[in-house]
């Protein structure tokens, strides 16, 4: 695994509460997601791997919209 483009690791799903899915993450943390997120078959108390990727692309797009959106408010 190259830590400078991805990190993965295991989550465990809790429980399903009105569409709303609370999964244990490491450190103790709690992350509430829409059940719509998880994959197909997935039920309480299924372990599941998370992978976390940068996505450059996408954030220079962001930072770009971001310079256009404060150019713009600047010559107003």
């Known amino acids: ?25 490491p450190g103790g943390f709690q992350w509430h997601l829409p059940e719509s997120y998880l994959p197909q078959g997935v039920t309480e108390g299924m372990t599941m791997n998370v992978t976390l990727e940068k996505d450059e692309e996408a954030t220079q797009a962001r930072l770009e919209r971001i310079r256009n959106l404060r150019s713009s408010l600047e010559n107003r």
């Open 1 to 25: 695994m190259d830590r400078n483009r991805e990190s993965s690791f295991t989550v465990d799903l809790d429980r399903i509460e009105e569409g709303i899915a609370v999964i244990l993450a």
